[in-house]
C-alpha cells in the first residue's frame, strides 16, 4: 500500500523551487548534462519529503542524478511533477520513466517557443527601437526577459499540481504507465545520440582516373544512415556498463582517438 505524505509543498515552496531552478546548469558536464545543477535544486524538498529515511532519499538522489538536458525555463514544470510523485511515495520507475520522457519535449518546446521565437522577434524589435536612440529598446527588451524568468512560478506550479491529480491514474496504471515512459524514454535519448553523436568516414576510393567513390556517402549512409554513430554508442555503453570504464577515461579516448584519425584522414 503507497503511504501518503504530509509534507505537500506550499506556494511558497514552489516559488523557492521555481528560483532555485536557476541552478539548473551550474555544474553542466558531457556525461550528464544538467544532473547535478537538477539534483542540487531539488534536494532540499527531497530531504524534506524523505525526513530520516536515507535509504529513499539516497534512491531518489540516484534516479535524479542520471542523464537530463531540457530547456532552463520550463524545467520546473517537470521538477514539480517530479516532487508531487516523490511526495506521494510513487513508484520509482514510473518517476524515473516520466523523468526521461519528458525533458526531451518539453526541451524542444521551450527552445521553440523562448530561443528560436520570442527572445529573436523582442531582440529586433528592440535593436530597431536602440538604433534610432529610444531608450524602450533595452528597456522593453529586460521586462520581456524578466517575465520568462518569472514564468518559472507558472510552469513550476502547474507540474506540481498536474503530478497531485495525476495520482490516482498513475497508481492505477503503474505498470503501464512506466513501461510508455521507458519506451518514450528510450526513443528520446535514441533520438540524441543521432543529434549529438556524429562520425563520418572520409576515407574516398578511386575507382577511375579523376573519379573516387565516398566510403561514407556511397556504402554507410545506403545502407544505413547513423550506423557509425550508434556503433560507436554502443560500444561506449558496454564499456561503462560491463567494464567499468569511467565516463572521463572515455572521453579522453574519443577525443585522442577523433584527432588522431582526423590527422591519418580517416574520419
Not at 52 to 66: F, V
Not at 210 to 217: A, D, E, N, P, R
Not at 242 to 265: H, Q, R, Y
Amino acid at each position: 500500500m503507497t503511504k501518503e505524505s504530509n509534507t505537500k509543498m506550499t506556494k511558497k515552496d514552489l516559488r523557492t523551487l521555481a528560483f532555485r531552478s536557476v541552478f539548473l546548469q551550474a555544474s553542466f558536464n558531457y556525461e550528464r548534462m544538467q544532473a547535478g545543477g537538477w539534483t542540487y535544486s531539488m534536494l532540499p524538498f527531497l530531504k524534506r519529503i524523505h525526513k530520516d529515511d536515507k535509504k529513499a532519499l539516497s534512491e531518489s538522489m540516484k534516479d535524479n542524478l542520471g542523464f537530463i538536458n531540457t530547456n532552463p525555463t520550463m524545467v520546473g514544470f517537470l521538477m514539480g511533477l517530479v516532487i508531487s510523485l516523490e511526495e506521494n511515495n510513487e513508484d520509482r520507475s514510473v518517476i524515473k520513466g516520466l523523468r526521461v520522457a519528458l525533458f526531451g519535449p518539453l526541451a524542444g518546446i521551450g527552445d521553440a517557443i523562448f530561443w528560436f521565437t520570442v527572445l529573436p522577434i523582442v531582440a529586433g524589435i528592440c535593436s530597431s527601437f536602440a538604433l534610432e536612440g529610444n531608450v524602450l529598446g533595452p528597456i522593453l527588451f529586460f521586462a520581456v526577459y524578466v517575465c520568462i524568468f518569472l514564468s518559472r512560478i507558472i510552469w513550476t506550479t502547474a507540474g506540481y499540481n498536474l503530478g497531485t491529480k495525476a495520482i490516482t491514474t498513475l497508481r492505477e496504471n503503474s505498470k503501464v504507465i512506466a513501461k510508455a515512459a521507458t519506451v518514450l524514454g528510450i526513443t528520446v535519448i535514441g533520438g540524441l545520440i543521432a543529434s549529438y553523436v556524429h562520425v563520418n568516414l572520409a576515407v574516398e576510393i578511386p575507382v577511375a582516373a579523376g573519379h573516387t567513390i565516398s566510403l561514407q556517402k556511397d556504402f554507410v549512409d545506403k545502407i544505413l544512415p547513423n550506423i557509425l554513430p550508434l556503433g560507436y554508442t554502443l560500444g561506449m555503453f558496454g564499456l561503462l556498463k560491463k567494464k567499468s570504464i569511467s565516463p572521463t577515461t572515455l572521453i579522453l579516448v574519443t577525443f585522442v582517438g577523433a584527432i588522431v584519425l582526423s590527422f591519418l584522414g580517416i574520419l
